[in-house]
């Protein structure tokens, strides 16, 4: 895809959006959709033109590669074993959504009818579904009453099949687990394959599916490598964006919005810029050089994540994608994908989902598992083992641990402070160690046994509640489902960033949609959601009124 560089400076827009990925490409598509008002897209990354960008394998090689992504670690956490996890973000046109793992989940009902019953009118589950479904392009099975068939956003099916993933499921119903085909549907509960973001073969980012056909629009500008250092405020109204080019102080510049500047920087870029602008706690900001021009408690804090474990087995009797991504199996396998075949160069890492309960009286899943005929390295998804292996992954569905984001400084190039505070609630403690015990199950089935020759991570000597939990202080790591730093909330709601219609608390002409205005986490992956929130976001912002739902 092209872009454009600003080669101006102080130019003016109608709106100024920050961060092109999955919401802000889709913000960038329908806000300029019309062709009457005029729209900047600042993406502080490149262009999206490496070819590992749009095959789906290739995240192997662009998610820790600093061109294409913002290498954020965590602070060191009580429960993470003096360990900083890593926690990539895109910093690319698609922004994470080129690099991410392809999962498409939008999550449970319940969740997005408790945001609405925490104060935020307009956001239950009948008010977002039909932004979930205008975006959709479902391919495959499905109910259309909660499934969208004619969006940007191809979804599909898993077309390449393996026997240890039909013998996982197969394991999975035995224990009592159901089959669900349609986890986006009616209901989640359930084991199956995956539904994903690839179709023909090729990666389906935010950048591909809604900037590239709106690129061409005249109305729209988008520049690449444009780092945004402050939103620029008069008085108590946000007036445009000042940014850099390259990370060059020499290329400093400045873009006006003269309806709105809108922040889709993600759950650590859009607190740290709102910060840097002076808008803030106000003792954090003045202990880090920075001027109050807004006092806001709650910006940077809330932050929560998925903290995922992933057991490993070594199996027999069968090859499993560890040698199919290897020599001459690797030779094959590029050769399908070019006529466009099932092949390993076109999958999301994570093959098949199993979402259920920690224990009997959970009123819905509170817990999701990952399936693949494939392992990895001490639980870091691409790093594949040189032995025949499976991986079964699980997470907490809904964690209670709550962290922040803070900037360091006043430099803009600085990381700032990550701390998602992993399993500091003694609930996430309890229901992770469940669910350790719940995928160690799903891998000692019946139907997997012709299969499994021993278990390797955390191995058989690990049984007692405090051997895996000190296993998952040890080996669990980010699922990179960041979200809630600038969540929503009313104004009673003191440590609330955003209304229920995504403008920031006290400051006119400046909205954010993205992970960060998310209040409580919802059930899935998180990609999904971002997106539904632009998608609303948009008609927020042109007046128009809500989509009716079900």
Request: net charge positive.
């Amino acid at each position: 895809m092209t872009s454009r560089q600003n080669n101006g400076n102080g130019d003016v827009f109608d709106y100024v959006i920050v961060g092109s990925g999955a919401a802000g490409a889709i913000l960038a598509n329908r806000l300029s959709a019309d062709g009457k008002a005029t729209v900047c897209l600042l993406e502080a990354g490149p262009s999206d033109w490496h070819p590992f960008l749009h095959i789906p394998a290739g995240f192997i090689k662009t998610l820790f590669n600093p061109t294409f992504t913002w290498q954020f670690n965590t602070e060191v956490g009580e429960h993470t074993n003096g360990r900083r996890i890593p926690v990539p973000q895109g910093r690319t046109l698609g922004g994470s959504t080129s690099v991410n793992g392809l999962v498409y989940n939008r999550g449970q009902a319940a969740d997005y009818d408790e945001w609405a019953a925490l104060g935020n009118s307009g956001w239950s589950y009948a008010e977002v579904l039909p932004y979930f479904k205008r975006m959709e392009c479902r391919i495959g099975e499905g109910d259309d009453r909660y499934r969208g068939r004619n969006g940007e956003l191809p979804i599909t099916d898993i077309d390449w099949k393996h026997p240890l993933c039909d013998a996982f499921i197969a394991g999975a119903v035995g224990m009592g687990i159901p089959r669900n085909p349609d986890y986006n549907g009616a209901k989640q509960d359930g084991v199956g394959y995956y539904q994903r973001t690839i179709n023909h073969g090729w990666r389906m980012s935010a950048a591909r599916t809604f900037l590239r056909p709106a690129k061409s629009r005249p109305n729209l500008s988008i520049y690449t490598n444009a780092h945004a250092t402050q939103v620029l405020l008069d008085g108590k109204r946000a007036t445009g964006v000042a940014y850099v080019l390259n990370k060059n102080p020499v290329t400093a510049r400045k873009v006006s919005a003269s309806r709105e500047v809108i922040l889709c920087c993600g759950a650590i870029n859009t607190p740290k810029l709102l910060q840097l602008s002076g808008i803030g706690p106000a003792a954090l900001l003045r202990q880090r050089g920075i001027n109050v021009q807004h006092e806001l408690s709650g910006v940077g804090e809330h932050l929560t994540d998925h903290y995922s474990v992933r057991l490993v087995a070594r199996v027999k009797n069968i090859k499993t994608m560890n040698e199919l991504a290897t020599g001459l199996g690797l030779i094959g396998q590029i050769t399908r994908w070019l006529f466009r075949q099932p092949s390993i160069l076109a999958l999301s890492p994570s093959l098949i989902h199993f979402f259920w309960k920690s224990k009997e009286g959970v009123d819905r899943p509170d817990l999701q598992g990952v399936f693949s005929p494939a392992s990895y390295r001490e639980g870091y998804v691409g790093m594949l083992d040189n032995f025949p292996g499976i991986t079964a992954g699980v997470w907490q569905h809904r964690p209670k641990s709550l962290g922040y984001v803070r900037i360091r400084s006043a430099d803009p190039f600085a990381n700032p402070e990550i701390q998602p505070n992993y399993l500091q609630h003694p609930d996430d403690r309890r229901v992770l160690v469940d669910g350790i015990r719940l995928a160690r199950k799903l891998l000692e089935t019946p139907e997997l046994a012709p299969y499994v020759e021993c278990e390797t991570l955390p191995g058989p000597a690990i049984q007692s509640d405090e051997q895996l939990l000190d296993f998952a202080h040890r080996y669990g790591v980010s699922s990179y489902h960041l979200n809630g730093t600038s969540h929503m909330g009313p104004a009673s709601d003191k440590m609330a960033v955003v209304d229920a219609n995504l403008r920031v608390h006290g400051l006119d002409g400046l909205r954010i949609a993205d992970s960060s205005v998310i209040p409580k986490m919802p059930s899935a992956n998180i990609c999904a959601a971002t997106m539904m929130i632009a998608e609303k976001a948009a008609d927020m912002i042109l007046g128009r009124p809500p989509l009716s739902g079900l």
